[in-house]
């Protein structure tokens, strides 16, 4: 096994056994170095803005007013109603962001009652 000093050594030298650039299919690419800085999909996956928490989907501007609660986002569910001034819809982790809205409240930062959004 190396030491971190020598496998530092190494590598600063170009000790890694890289020639040059190469293409490859990417099932054939496991395991080794990218030559590039940024790799990027040719499409984006999902192909549609979603929501990385359980919690509430509203508009930022109406800030810690009160929300009329609309229904629910959930993944792979039917599509949610449009969110505008004054309402929110209850989105699920990896749900569709609904149409009109621009921020997602964790669901442990707001509560619900009464069909009502209080953040």
Known sequence: M???????ERL?????????AETVLLADAVGRV?????????????PFA???????????ADGDAPRRMLGESRAGGPR???????????IMTGAPLPPGAD??????????????VLV
């Open 2 to 8: 190396l030491s971190v000093d020598e496998a530092l």
């Open 12 to 20: 600063l030298a170009g000790g890694l056994g890289m020639t040059e």
């Open 34 to 46: 990218p030559a590039v800085r940024r790799l990027v999909a040719a499409h984006d996956v999902p």
């Open 50 to 60: 979603n929501s990385a928490m359980d919690g509430f989907a509203m508009l930022a």
């Open 80 to 90: 949610a109603p449009r969110v505008e001034r004054g309402t929110a819809v209850r």
């Open 103 to 116: 921020a997602v409240v964790p669901l442990e930062k707001a509560r619900e009652e009464e069909n009502t």
